[in-house]
């Protein structure tokens, strides 16, 4: 029926040698870093009509799935109320260990001024205790694997329900989008 075929070691070697060499450059293809919100806290708020401001600090987790460290620049976090833009948090420039997680403080002040335009909505979401932020950022940086290097940029649109009064994240929906090139 069938030619009985001759074990070979270099066959084997080869084999086995093949399915690493894959299963290496499969685990190594970047993954997006994630960033989760964790909390916030108010610092100050200042009440001179007809300015309100609030001083925030957002404490956002940072993780990178990857098998190389990361390096990235400095940026600015967007932070949005009914689609109006209402201050900015400042991220600096830094880096992060492979496989790693880290937590991330960055101050933040709030124009009062642009929440008095949605008093009425803002009032509401008090009441019901659930006030619905949106935050975007787009961080770029490099990872460097042997002597591959990658150049990433990551987006991040962060949709995050909170309770107003205690400022406690009752929510949190991500969606980031990763551009890879080589350097």
């Not at 093949?18 to 200042?46: E, G, M, W, Y």
């Not at 600015?76 to 420039?93: E, H, P, R, W």
């Not at 991330?104 to 008093?119: I, S, V, W, Y």
């Not at 961080?139 to 649109?157: E, N, P």
Request: hydrophobic share 45%.
């Amino acid at each position: 029926m069938g030619k009985k075929g001759k074990w070979s070691w270099t066959s084997a070697f080869v084999g086995a040698a093949s399915a690493t060499a894959v299963a290496a450059i499969l685990s190594a293809r970047p993954k997006d870093p994630t960033f989760h919100l964790v909390s916030i806290k108010l610092n100050s708020f200042k009440f001179n009509l007809p300015h309100v401001d609030a001083d925030l600090v957002l404490t956002v987790h940072v993780s990178n799935p990857n098998i190389a460290p990361i390096r990235y620049g400095s940026t600015s976090m967007s932070i949005f109320y009914d689609g109006t833009l209402l201050g900015a948090a400042q991220v600096k420039a830094g880096s992060q260990q492979p496989r790693s997680c880290q937590v991330l403080k960055l101050p933040t002040r709030l124009d009062g001024k642009e929440l008095a335009h949605h008093a009425g909505k803002f009032f509401a979401d008090v009441a019901k205790r659930e006030m619905v932020l949106d935050a975007k950022v787009d961080i770029g940086g490099k990872a460097k694997v042997l002597w591959w290097g990658h150049r990433f940029k990551v987006h991040v649109d962060s949709h995050i329900t909170v309770d107003p009064v205690f400022l406690d994240v009752i929510d949190q929906e991500n969606k980031s989008q990763l551009e890879i090139s080589l350097v």
